[in-house]
């Protein structure tokens, strides 16, 4: 059963563009929501997190948007950069309580076209 | 930069061979975890640390065991390799954003390539 779901393995934009990317839970525990983007050949990094005391945190052209009662987070990326091609994953922590463990998306593919 | 260190970085090996991989951390933090990443199914946690010689399961932990017997060293063992257990691995750490944060966010070393033939 899985408790963190990307819905979309891949998402084609032009350069300049906004990138939506689209995440959705089901366990209501969890109270922090990270995005991370992957390389090839590289470890995941972190991008930007979110609390569920908040509904929008923003870190330069990168935004994420909590919609608590939908159980939904999209990241919005503006203006996509050719750069920003790689793999973005969604992921959830339900807190110390659970030893900040943390619940992955199986990620999407984003491409940034010149 | 986390200060986190895998090795090897690249191993291949034969079914039924004994493989430890190694996480290691310059700075220290209380949380240490280890994932698996295959296609089509994301990141899955194996094992994780929450302090000196305190470790517990993570999802896909059959086959796999751990130990952490000081701070900065985070072993994963695969005691008896098999060919389901081709994989890249990824060894995280845990430390809040902030000192009085009550969140923590995970950063990740440059993972390990094994194959199992």
């Known amino acids: 059963d899985q408790q963190v779901k990307q819905n979309s393995p891949s998402l084609s934009v032009q350069e300049g563009r906004i990138s939506i990317l689209n995440c959705d839970y089901t366990?209501?525990?969890?109270?922090?929501f990270l995005w991370y983007k992957k390389y090839p050949a590289e470890g995941p990094t972190f991008l930007i997190s979110?609390?569920?005391?908040?509904d929008k945190n923003e870190d330069g052209r990168f935004t994420v948007f909590l919609n608590k009662s939908a159980k939904h987070l999209s990241l919005h990326i503006v203006p996509s950069q050719p750069g920003d091609s790689a793999v973005y994953f969604c992921?959830?922590?339900?807190?110390?309580?659970?030893?900040?463990?943390?619940?992955f998306g199986k990620g999407t593919l984003l491409t940034v076209n010149p | 930069d986390a200060g986190i260190t895998q090795s090897p970085r690249h191993k291949v090996t034969e079914t039924g061979t004994p493989v430890t991989l190694r996480c290691h951390q310059t700075?220290?933090?209380?949380?240490m975890y280890w994932y698996r990443q295959d296609p089509g199914h994301g990141l899955r946690l194996i094992h994780y640390?929450?302090?000196?010689?305190?470790?517990d399961k993570g999802e896909v932990s059959d086959g796999y065991s751990v130990s952490r017997s000081k701070t900065e060293d985070f072993l994963l063992t695969l005691e008896s390799a098999t060919s389901s257990q081709t994989s890249v691995y990824f060894c995280?750490?845990?430390?809040?954003?902030?000192?009085?944060?009550?969140?923590?966010?995970?950063?990740f070393g440059p993972g390990t390539r094994l194959t199992v033939l």
């Open positions: 700075e220290n933090h209380r949380y």
């Open positions: 366990n209501s525990m969890f109270d922090y």
């Open positions: 995280a750490i845990g430390r809040p954003p902030q000192r009085s944060s009550s969140y923590n966010e995970q950063f």
């Open positions: 992921a959830a922590s339900a807190g110390g309580g659970s030893n900040y463990k943390l619940t």
């Open positions: 640390s929450y302090g000196v010689k305190d470790t």
């Open positions: 979110i609390s569920s005391i908040k």
